[in-house]
């Protein structure tokens, strides 16, 4: 080539320069380290999506097919086989130092390669394996076996749900008649237990011919209970002269059951009382009327 002149000055500085040019090159392990990390990278980019229709296949789902589950694992496995490939290629360059290599540059190498293979032996050799199509097909079979059992083990409780629902309802509607009969029976039984309570009247005859009545006996107080519990007493009455009206003492008698049920706070006693007390009194009028129709005058 063509020399060049120059004073020891100018060699010195271009020298220098040279010098700064080459240390400004990448090495040739730094570029294949680089290609390694982005293989790594779109490993990890495929594999979620290997994984999810792996799972989707093993678990019996339709979602996925096995040809193309299978396409996406070889995509993987092809990105790993690079990886491994690429730092192979970095540790054969320990070669290329000359019979004496750096030991750093030794140790960086082999750690290149010691990284690529921990990250492989955590990736490829995990990957889970996918079935052959008889096994897919038993797999999905076995699958929908299951939920037809499953929907067939919800409708029977359904099913239960319904008869304990209707069950309950039954209980209920029972218990309210039930209730409802009670207290049909106690407002009768409270009805007889007032036609018991009034008192029993007899009429004393002088032994005159026109038979006159001298006297009204009425039993000694008692005490009565209704159906619902409640207790009354009789109006303490002794015997008495021909002067007292019997359906007057009656209502005496009502009056006085009326004023005790009321301060019980018992309101259905109360009505049938009263009830009562009403019948009496008309009766008691239909015989005014009717004996003032044979001329007699009440006293």
Not at 265 to 293: F, I, K, P, T
């Amino acid at each position: 080539g063509e020399e060049i002149r120059m004073c020891p000055t100018c060699e010195k500085l271009i020298q220098r320069r040279l010098t700064n040019l080459k240390s400004q090159e990448k090495p040739i392990y730094c570029a294949l380290y680089e290609k390694m990390h982005l293989t790594m990278a779109e490993a990890e980019r495929v594999k979620p999506s290997f994984l999810e229709m792996a799972e989707s296949l093993l678990s019996g789902e339709h979602c996925y097919t096995l040809q193309a589950t299978n396409e996406r694992r070889k995509e993987l496995v092809r990105l790993y086989e690079l990886v491994d490939s690429i730092s192979k290629d970095i540790l054969k360059m320990v070669a290329d130092e000359g019979p004496d290599p750096s030991p750093r540059i030794v140790k960086l190498y082999r750690g290149i390669r010691v990284y690529a293979s921990n990250y492989l032996q955590d990736n490829l050799l995990l990957l889970p394996s996918l079935p052959t199509p008889e096994q897919l097909r038993e797999i999905r079979e076995a699958k929908e076996k299951e939920a037809w059992e499953r929907i067939r083990e919800l409708e029977r409780q359904r099913e239960l749900l319904r008869q304990q629902e209707a069950a309950q309802l039954g209980a209920g509607v029972a218990g309210d008649m039930e209730r409802e009969e009670e207290e049909e029976e106690g407002h009768r039984l409270f009805g007889m237990s007032v036609k018991m309570k009034m008192p029993s009247i007899s009429f004393k005859k002088d032994g005159r011919k026109d038979g006159g009545i001298v006297g009204i006996d009425i039993p000694k107080p008692k005490r009565s209970f209704s159906s619902s519990g409640w207790m009354s007493e009789s109006m303490a009455v002794g015997s008495v002269d021909s002067s007292e009206d019997p359906f007057v003492l009656q209502i005496q008698q009502l009056q006085c059951f009326i004023r005790q049920a009321r301060a019980a706070n018992r309101l259905d006693e109360v009505q049938a009382l009263e009830a009562s007390l009403r019948d009496v009194e008309s009766s008691m009028r239909e015989q005014q009327a009717a004996a003032m129709s044979y001329g007699f005058t009440p006293d």
